[in-house]
C-alpha cells in the first residue's frame, strides 16, 4: 500500500524512491493493529525459532567505577594523574559495579526477559594469566541474582575495553625486545596479536567453566568493525592507534587477528559451557554483535547517485554491514576489500550460532575524496564533513545532536531484510537499539518505532529473535564522554541515583503485556516527526555537533 508522508519539506510515497535513488522508505509497523510477542526463547537453533526475547544491555566498562587497570582508565585518566588525558575520564562511570544487584531489580522491574551485560577482562585478569578471584566472585554474584529474578543474562566477553597488557595506550610504539607480560603490543602485532587471540579464548573459556551452568547466551566480541576504527584507524579509543594514513596493512592484520579471536572465543566458549542452563538442548549459542549503518551515498552534502559516490557507498556498505559475518560464515577472508575474499581460513567457517544486529543511525558516504585506503570512501564522521554529511530522511527530529547522527526508522527494517535474504540460515536478535536523548518521550517514541520496523521484517520471515534496548541507564558513551544519556534509567550525576524516563515505564508496559497497543502505536510509533529534543543542533546538516 501507497501511503503518503512527509519528508522534511517535501512529500514522498512510502514503499517509493527516494531522491532518484533506491532508498526503500516504510511507513512504521504497515498497519495500526497490535504487535504481539512471542514467548522468549533461544538467540540460536532451530528450537529458538518464532520466540521473541525483550531486554536491555549495558557494558562494564562504561558503568563500573574504578576501572583502574583497563585501557579506557589510563587512556582517559588525566595527565597530572599519570593517564593520556583524552575526553572525560571514565572515573566512577555510573557505579554500576556497587549497584549491580540493584540495577538487576531495574531489569526486573520493567518485566524484561533478558539482560545482556558484559565482564570486565580488565577487572578479571588485571594481569596477565592472572585471575582476580573477587572480581570472578562479584558477575557470580551477578548472575545468580539475576537467575533468581528470572532474567535470562547473556554474556559479552569482549566490549570495546582490554586489560592494560593487550596495548599499553601510554606506550607509542613497541618496545624494540618486542611483547612481553606488561604489553603484548595489541592486536596487529606480528607475535603479541596472536598471543592476544590466546588469551581472549582462556579468558572465554574461564567464564564458560565457572558460569555456563546458568548462562547459555555468550557474545565474544562486539561491534568488531566500529570499535576496530575506532582504535586502530582513527585514534579515538584506546589504545588510540592512527593506521589510516600510516601502515594500512597494518590495520588489516588487527582485523585479520580480531576475526580469529570472535573464533576461537567461540570454540572456547563451546568447549567449556557443558551445561544446558535452560533445558532447552543446547548448552551454549554463541554470536558475535555487529553495529550496522544504513549509509546513503553523498555529493557535497547531498543524496546522491553519482557513480562514485554510489561506488562508495556499496564498498562501505559491504565492508562495514557484511564483511565479518560473511568472513566467518564463509572462512574468508577479502584482505583488500574489493568484494572477493582472497584468504580461505577452514577453521572460521560457520562459526556464528546467532548475530547480534545493533542499529542507531543513517550516515552518508562520499567517493569524492576517498579518504579510507582500498575502499576510496570517506563516511560522514562528526566534524569531518567533506561532503558526505546529509539532512535526515524525515525532518530535522529525527537528528541525535548529543551523537552527531540521525535515527532513521527503516533502516533497521532494510538491513534485517537484507541479512535475511543474504544469510537465511542465520538466527538474529538486535542485540542493542537505542537513543540519546534528554527527553523521556523521545525514547519512548524510538522504542515503539523500532519494534514497529522489526515487527515488519519478522512478518517477512525474517528470524529475529530479540530486541535489547540499549541502555539499562545513563552511561559512559566512550570518546563522547557524559553528556550523551542513552538510559532508560537516569542517572543523577551527584547522586547516581536512578530514575525511571518514560521510555523505562513504556518498555516495561509492553514487556509485561508482551504487546504493543494500537493505541500505543498511535501515540508514539511511525516515522513522522518526533518529540524534539529542543537542541539547535538539529538543525546542522548531517545532525553533525558543531563548536
Ligand atoms: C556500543 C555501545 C554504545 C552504543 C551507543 C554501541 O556502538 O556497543 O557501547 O554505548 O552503541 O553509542
Known amino acids: 500500500m501507497t501511503k503518503l508522508m512527509r519528508v522534511g519539506r517535501t512529500v514522498v510515497m512510502c514503499g517509493g ?25 533461544a538467540a540460536g537453533g532451530q528450537v ?45 562511570a555510573v557505579q554500576g559495579y556497587a549497584r549491580a544487584l540493584d ?37 557470580d554474584a551477578v548472575i545468580d541474582a539475576l537467575v533468581a529474578r528470572g532474567i535470562k543474562p547473556m554474556i559479552t566477553v569482549h566490549h570495546f575495553s582490554n586489560p592494560i597488557w593487550v596495548d599499553d595506550p601510554r606506550v607509542a610504539e613497541c618496545p624494540a625486545e618486542g611483547p612481553s607480560d606488561s ?13 592476544i587471540v590466546a588469551e581472549l579464548a582462556e579468558f572465554a573459556g574461564e567464564l564458560a567453566r565457572r ?28 589504545p588510540g592507534r592512527n593506521l589510516l594514513f600510516n601502515g594500512f596493512d597494518g ?35 554463541v554470536g558475535f554483535t555487529l553495529n550496522v549503518i544504513e549509509w546513503a551515498p553523498a555529493v557535497r552534502n547531498r543524496v546522491s547517485d553519482f557513480e562514485s559516490a554510489v561506488r562508495a557507498r556499496d564498498s562501505v556498505h559491504y565492508v562495514y554491514n557484511h564483511l565479518f559475518p560473511e568472513s566467518i560464515l564463509n572462512g574468508t577472508f577479502d584482505s583488500d576489500y574489493d568484494g572477493t575474499p582472497d584468504e580461505t581460513y577452514d577453521e572460521w567457517a560457520g562459526k556464528l550460532d546467532f548475530m547480534g544486529v545493533q542499529y542507531y543511525s543513517r550516515q552518508g558516504v562520499t567517493g569524492s575524496p576517498g579518504l579510507i585506503p582500498r575502499i576510496n570512501a570517506t563516511p560522514c564522521f562528526g566534524d569531518f564533513d567533506f561532503g558526505a554529511c546529509v539532512d535526515p530522511v524525515f525532518d530535522e527530529t529525527h537528528c541525535v545532536p548529543a551523537m552527531g547522527y540521525e535515527y532513521y526508522e527503516p533502516g533497521i527494517y532494510n538491513l534485517l531484510t537484507e541479512y535475511g535474504r543474504t544469510y537465511p540460515d542465520l538466527p538474529l536478535t538486535v542485540t542493542e537499539s537505542g537513543l540519546a536523548t534528554n527527553v523521556g518521550r523521545r525514547r519512548a517514541e524510538h522504542i515503539v518505532r523500532s519494534l514497529e ?43 547516581y541515583a536512578r530514575t525511571a524516563t518514560e521510555g523505562a515505564v513504556l518498555l516495561g508496559e509492553i514487556a509485561g503485556a508482551r504487546r504493543i497497543t494500537a493505541a500505543q502505536r498511535a501515540e508514539y510509533g511511525g516515522t513522522g516527526p518526533m518529540t524534539s529534543e529542543g537542541d539547535p543542533r538539529e538543525l546542522q546538516v548531517g545532525c553533525r555537533p558543531v563548536d
Open 48 to 92: 529458538g525459532r518464532g520466540s521473541f526475547t525483550l531486554g536491555v544491555a549495558t557494558a562494564a566498562a562504561q558503568i563500573e567505577e574504578g576501572n583502574s587497570t583497563s585501557d579506557w582508565w589510563v587512556y582517559t585518566q588525566p595527565v597530572d594523574e599519570g593517564g593520556l588525558g583524552v575526553g572525560q575520564f571514565v572515573g566512577d
Open 103 to 139: 540495577d538487576a531489580a531495574l531489569v526486573e522491574e520493567m518485566n524484561l526477559d533478558a539482560y545482556r551485560l558484559s565482564v570486565n577482562w580488565a577487572r578479571m585478569e588485571p594481569t596477565r594469566d592472572n585471575y582476580d578471584e573477587d572480581a570472578f566472585a562479584h558477575y
Open 251 to 285: 590495520f588489516i592484520e588487527v582485523v585479520r587477528n580480531f576475526m580469529a579471536g570472535h573464533v576461537a572465543a567461540y570454540d572456547a566458549l563451546h568447549a567449556q559451557d557443558t551445561v544446558d542452563a535452560d533445558g532447552d538442548g543446547q548448552a551454549a549459542v
Open 453 to 495: 520496523q522489526i515487527e515488519l521484517a519478522r512478518r517477512e520471515g525474517v528470524d529475529v529473535r530479540g530486541y535489547y534496548h540499549w541502555s539499562l541507564m545513563d552511561n559512559f558513551e566512550w570518546a563522547e564522554g557524559y553528556e550523551p544519556r542513552f538510559g532508560l534509567y537516569r542517572v543523577d550525576v551527584a547522586t
Open 211 to 238: 558460569y555456563g551452568d546458568r548462562v547459555d547466551e555468550w557474545v565474544t566480541v562486539n561491534e568488531p568493525v566500529n570499535y576496530l576504527v575506532a582504535s586502530y584507524m582513527l585514534n579515538v579509543f584506546p
Open 17 to 41: 524512491l527516494l531522491g532518484g535513488v533506491a532508498a526503500a522508505v516504510s511507513c512504521g509497523g504497515g498497519d495500526s493493529l497490535d504487535i504481539r510477542f512471542a514467548r522468549p526463547g
Open 183 to 195: 604489553n603484548l603490543c595489541g592486536w596487529g602485532h606480528p607475535t603479541g596479536g596472536p598471543q
